[in-house]
């Protein structure tokens, strides 16, 4: 049950590049973001699944996996999710994986964990923190995928600046614009 690195092998990340490139990310940005503000207002939509998560001091959601995005292109998006959260000014701490094994099924977990690139703001001399530390997990069961984790965790110390909202966070990743044809089409080629 310890924590191990997660590696990709070279095949997976030229495959994720592709998939990156080719903007498949877009089927399920925008409907996850969209899902996301449904729950946030307490209405009930159609589509896909999320679940707000308010811890003292955390914010975040849990993306349910839906079988029409493949485990595939769930990986992909676990991984995107990361990598666009770096381009925020982040740096990956660390990746790791963890394999549980309970009496009748096995839970494996992916975790990136992010934190603020050392900065400090000018204005005040205190270190700019972004939104925090973040987490993206991706949880699977019996090697099939039930949900992606994404939590951003805020200092409270007076050293750092206030911390950005989650919303601005999820709005800066989310909030895409919706898939052509050609991007749908291209689901079945990263399914599995």
Not at 6 to 19: G, I, T
Request: hydrophobic fraction near 30%.
């Amino acid at each position: 049950m310890a924590w191990s690195p997660l590696v990709r092998p070279p095949a997976h990340m030229r495959r994720h590049a592709q998939w990156v490139n080719e903007q498949v990310y877009r089927n399920w940005l925008g409907p996850y973001f969209k899902a996301y503000h449904f729950q946030k207002t307490n209405i009930t939509g159609r589509g896909l699944r999320v679940q707000l998560l308010r811890e003292s001091g955390r914010q975040g959601l849990l993306l349910f996996y839906d079988p029409s995005i493949g485990p595939g292109n769930f990986q992909h998006l676990f991984d995107f999710i990361a990598e666009q959260t770096q381009r925020l000014g982040y740096n990956l701490s660390t990746s790791d994986q963890r394999t549980a094994r309970h009496p009748r099924y096995r839970e494996t977990i992916y975790k990136h964990f992010l934190k603020p690139k050392p900065q400090t703001c000018t204005a005040t001399g205190r270190c700019l923190q972004h939104y925090g530390n973040v987490t993206v997990d991706l949880v699977c069961i019996n090697d099939q995928p039930g949900f992606i984790r994404f939590v951003s965790n805020p200092f409270a110390d007076s050293i750092f600046t206030p911390a950005q909202s989650f919303d601005e966070l999820l709005g800066h990743i989310f909030n895409q614009p919706p898939p052509d044809e050609a991007i749908q089409k291209r689901v079945q080629e990263y399914y599995k």
